[in-house]
């Protein structure tokens, strides 16, 4: 989908932490020559000294962007013509919390849900990934 692609890139770029920056630290106690491994400030995991430069080939687009990411980069950069509120939704019976973005570009607001019970931007609705996708080309 090129409008996930493209969402993600921007939200990547102007979110410094969510670069691809990867920082290797070495354990102080380690005898085994272990590193703990960040992303975008972010910690992955551990790994020998051998392993390191796999790991950080194999690992370097591994942080799927989420909801705490989108939200910051939409407070940021976005929020003149929408905002982002919590209600509960009844689906199916079943009562559970859900972030709509509300988009007031319209003379009647338009609402886009984002399921709670899915925090990666990848696994949200068309819809929703369509209108977030729209704020990039909207001046702000």
């Not at 989908?1 to 921007?10: C, F, G, N, Q, V």
């Not at 995991?45 to 799927?64: A, C, F, M, Q």
């Not at 509300?102 to 209108?131: C, G, M």
Request: charged share 30%; glycine share 4%.
């Amino acid at each position: 989908m090129k409008e996930l692609e493209e969402l993600t890139a921007d939200i990547r770029e102007k979110l410094p932490r969510l670069k691809n920056s990867i920082k290797a630290e070495r354990l102080q106690d380690s005898k085994n020559n272990c590193w703990r491994i960040f992303m975008g400030g972010i910690f992955m995991g551990t790994t020998s000294n051998n392993e390191l430069s796999k790991y950080v080939v194999n690992h370097i687009n591994d942080y799927e962007i989420k909801i705490n990411d989108v939200l910051e980069w939409h407070s940021k950069y976005y929020s003149k013509n929408s905002h982002f509120e919590v209600f509960n939704i009844v689906d199916n019976g079943e009562i559970y919390p859900a972030g709509v973005f509300i988009d007031y570009r319209e003379e009647d607001p338009a609402r886009y849900v984002w399921s709670l019970k899915k925090t990666d931007l990848k696994d949200q609705s068309p819809e929703l990934i369509k209108f977030l996708h729209s704020l990039i080309k909207t001046k702000q």
